[in-house]
């Protein structure tokens, strides 16, 4: 019996950005993956369709380092785009698992972004090798556009099909040669948004991105739902009759940046009330607390809130220097370990002789 080993690491978290209809898709891309750059480090990467033709350039790096030189973006040509920034935890890091994934299946090229994460890879992707089908990644994506490729009918068919096979966190960004498709889990899990600017159509992880190139955000992609956006406008496809939304509570906690509306709900603001509850739940004796201090900067917003709750001065004790990336998307134990020493030094005339209430938005690893 044959046996297949496959990489197999904790969820995914990326940035997905794409734009339709404007002849400036590739720069407002750049600036959307600028914005969506503390959901994803490890690499980014834009594809584009003008004329019969993709245009794509994908590289290890972030935003400024991968696209550093203005002719890259004007090499890809076409009014419409998407692009991803990679948080990587299935498959490593190297540029073969670098997205937008692109593939010619019967119905055309398809280039395709991915945030989430597939809990059934292994068992999918054994059965496609089975059947001949050759992966050129470790992505857990690859399997999506296989099981597009050996379906049939309409792009959209294939793609429904496919989305039947899979199970797991997935917010979607598709190009076609004609279409731009957004398409969120039946749990909703991961965010994605669509957004207007003039009479382009924008999809995006968050709403932040869409402030950056001045669109407007129009509503959530809900949960199960599939966008279709061609030169006709936008329609909207419900393939799964039990789609119920069940978003991960981490996009508030963490993930997300504070700006962001998610759900119709500012992300800041409901930081700022989970850090109320904290004060009214943790029962401490408030006399016994001289400040309250956040771990910077993910923290700020529950510490401010616990601080209001409490009436206790809120006060920076912590100094992060934001010349250092987020730390929980560093993937060795020794560099996220580094990484807090260079990120983080305590304000040690603001601590001196102080009660402390320390407040974070969470612990996952014990760095931060």
Do not use: W
């Amino acid at each position: 019996m044959n046996k297949y080993y496959f990489n197999k690491r904790p969820t995914e978290e990326c940035g997905l950005f794409g734009v339709y209809n404007n002849s400036d898709a590739s720069s407002l891309t750049a600036l959307g993956l600028h914005a969506l750059q503390h959901r994803g480090q490890d690499a980014t990467g834009i594809v584009t369709f003008s004329q019969n033709q993709f245009f794509g350039h994908r590289g290890i790096g972030q935003v400024g380092e991968v696209f550093n030189d203005p002719s890259i973006l004007k090499k890809l040509k076409g009014s419409s785009s998407v692009g991803h920034n990679r948080y990587g935890t299935t498959g490593e890091s190297a540029l073969k698992n670098v997205q937008p994934l692109f593939s010619e299946i019967l119905t055309g090229g398809v280039a395709i972004a991915h945030n989430g994460n597939l809990t059934n890879t292994n068992t999918v992707k054994k059965e496609l090798i089975k059947q001949g089908a050759i992966f050129q990644s470790t992505s857990d994506t690859e399997v999506i556009l296989h099981l597009m490729s050996k379906s049939s009918g309409d792009l959209l068919e294939r793609l429904i099909f496919a989305l039947k096979e899979i199970t797991g966190a997935y917010s979607l960004v598709i190009l076609s040669e004609n279409s731009l498709i957004g398409v969120r889990d039946p749990y909703g899990i991961r965010p994605l948004v669509i957004g207007k600017l003039e009479d382009s159509y924008i999809l995006s992880s968050e709403s932040c991105a869409l402030d950056i190139i001045g669109a407007k955000l129009v509503r959530d992609v809900d949960a199960g739902e599939i966008i279709e956006i061609t030169g006709n406008g936008l329609r909207s496809i419900n393939p799964f009759k039990n789609a119920n939304l069940k978003p991960c509570l981490f996009e508030y906690i963490y993930f997300s940046r504070p700006d962001s509306i998610l759900q119709g709900r500012n992300v800041y603001d409901v930081r700022k009330r989970i850090g109320e509850e904290l004060a009214k739940e943790s029962k401490l004796d408030k006399d016994k607390i001289d400040i309250v201090i956040p771990i910077p900067d993910s923290g700020n917003a529950s510490a401010l809130g616990y601080s209001n709750q409490l009436n206790k001065p809120f006060e920076l004790g912590i100094i992060r220097n934001h010349y250092t990336g987020r730390t929980f998307i560093e993937q060795t134990g020794m560099s996220r370990n580094l990484g807090v020493k260079l990120k983080h030094n305590p304000n040690s005339t603001t601590l001196k002789n102080k009660r402390i209430a320390l407040i974070d938005d969470s612990i996952v690893r014990g760095t931060t």
